[in-house]
């Protein structure tokens, strides 16, 4: 393979945030306490899932592919960024900048089919609950599951391929601080036309149709909802689905801001602090909406806890 006549640059500059120089610290500080807190947070609620027996239904095992992929998802871009801030040096190599854009798209994608098989699950409950059972029975979550992973990974590979098929030029500077496909997108010097076709037609195929279902759903648990019990709506609604409902908001409305309300001025300040938000702080957030509002999850912790306590 001679990768001479397709890049004529091998790595990238990271431009990183628009931070002054003495508030460097307090940044570095900031966003580490905020990853620690991701990794802890998503690894207690899977291991809390796979200790406690009482949570082995499909919504939490759901969750817990969630938080797995929340886990890895803030890991594709937290540690290089952590690690830019202290070395000074911005660099990334074109080999790793693709790597992590892929790895980016893997997860993200993951999480907005999770939010839709979880939205269907939801909606099974409470629309059929009488067959809830027999209807996500453990064969057609592992299905869901694993449909979800090969599509979201062979949607990144065409991505990340396309991409990789393009030249670029003497300009190398992210103004970000993770390789994002549109951020390179804008660097490449050669014919991108194919290439944004095809972020349109599957773009939307991941992140509209989705959307759509999710709401779909909702209306039908809205509507079946009604006819039972016309006064008790939104209370029957937050009990049930108000974690859900929490991180769908927070996932599609930093995407809804980000790509639907456009600002003239200061962009590249909104984008970092929108890519913040979805990369960051959603996935720090989504393990305290559910356990902080969830009795299930609290009860499975003093079980695990006591039932450790007893052992020991
Ligand atoms: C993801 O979900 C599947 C199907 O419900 C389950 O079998 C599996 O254990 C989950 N994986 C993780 C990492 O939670």
Request: hydrophobic share 50%; with cysteine; charged share 10%.
């Amino acid at each position: 393979m001679s990768m001479k006549n397709r890049t004529v640059i091998s790595q990238f500059l990271l431009l990183g945030l628009p931070i002054l120089p003495e508030h460097q610290h307090l940044f570095y500080t900031l966003f580490l306490a905020m990853y620690l807190t991701t990794i802890l947070g998503n690894l207690i609620i899977i291991i809390l899932i796979i200790l406690d027996s009482h949570l082995h239904t499909p919504m939490y095992l759901f969750l817990s592919n969630l938080s797995f992929s929340d886990l890895c998802f803030s890991s594709v871009t937290m540690p290089k960024l952590l690690q830019n801030m202290q070395s000074q040096d911005t660099s990334i190599s074109y080999d790793g900048c693709l790597t992590q854009m892929y790895f980016l798209m893997v997860f993200g994608d993951m999480e907005s089919f999770l939010l839709v098989v979880m939205a269907y699950d939801r909606y099974v409950a409470i629309c059929f609950p009488l067959h809830y059972n027999s209807i996500m029975s453990p064969k057609l979550c592992v299905c869901l599951v694993l449909l979800s992973w090969v599509f979201t990974m062979l949607y990144s590979l065409l991505h990340t391929l396309l991409l990789a098929k393009l030249s670029f030029c003497e300009d190398n500077v992210i103004h970000n601080f993770f390789c994002d496909i549109s951020a390179l997108l804008k660097l490449a010097c050669s014919d991108i036309y194919i290439n944004e076709l095809m972020i349109f037609i599957l773009g939307g195929l991941v992140i509209v149709i989705p959307f759509l279902l999710i709401v779909v759903s909702y209306i039908q648990i809205v509507f079946s909802i009604l006819k039972v019990s016309p006064t008790r709506v939104i209370h029957k609604i937050f009990s049930t689905c108000g974690s859900h409902l929490s991180v769908v908001s927070l996932f599609y409305g930093t995407i809804i801001g980000l790509y639907l309300c456009p600002s003239a001025n200061n962009s590249t300040v909104k984008e970092i602090v929108m890519a913040m938000m979805y990369t960051v702080v959603t996935p720090m957030l989504n393990p305290f909406i559910y356990s902080l509002r969830n009795r299930d999850m609290k009860e499975a912790l003093i079980r695990v806890l006591y039932k450790k306590k007893i052992s020991l």
